[in-house]
C-alpha cells in the first residue's frame, strides 16, 4: 500500500529543507524546495506562500532571486513536530 504524506509532514519537509539547506545564511531558493518537498511547482508556490504567510518562512528578495529562510516560528513548529512524530510512534502510530 502508498504511504501519501500527510499535509503536516510535507510543511514539515520544507521547514526542514530551509533550516538544514541555508550554509551561507542567505536563505534557500525554490528550486531547493522543490526538490526536497517533492512537489510540483504551483502547489509548493501556493504552500510556500502559506507559510510564508503564518510566519514560519520570511522571503527574501533580491534583483535576481528570491530565497527563503526559516523564522523562529518555523523552528518551534519543527521541535514541536518532532515531538509529536516520536510520541505518535511511542504508540506504533506513522505520522
Known amino acids: 500500500m502508498v504511504q501519501y504524506r500527510t ?4 510543511i514539515a519537509d520544507l521547514l526542514r529543507a530551509a533550516k538544514e539547506e541555508n550554509v551561507d ?3 534557500v531558493g525554490i528550486t531547493t524546495l522543490i526538490r526536497r518537498g517533492n512537489m510540483p511547482y ?3 508556490t501556493k504552500l510556500v ?5 503564518a510566519g514560519l518562512l520570511k522571503q527574501l528578495d533580491s534583483d535576481r532571486s528570491t530565497k527563503y529562510v526559516i523564522t523562529e516560528d518555523g523552528l518551534k513548529f519543527l521541535e514541536a513536530y518532532k515531538n509529536f ?3 505518535a510512534e511511542s504508540f506504533g502510530l506513522r505520522l
Open 85 to 87: 512524530e516520536e510520541f
Open 49 to 53: 506562500g502559506e507559510l510564508v504567510g
Open 25 to 27: 545564511g542567505g536563505g
Open 7 to 10: 499535509q503536516v509532514r510535507i
Open 42 to 44: 504551483s502547489r509548493l
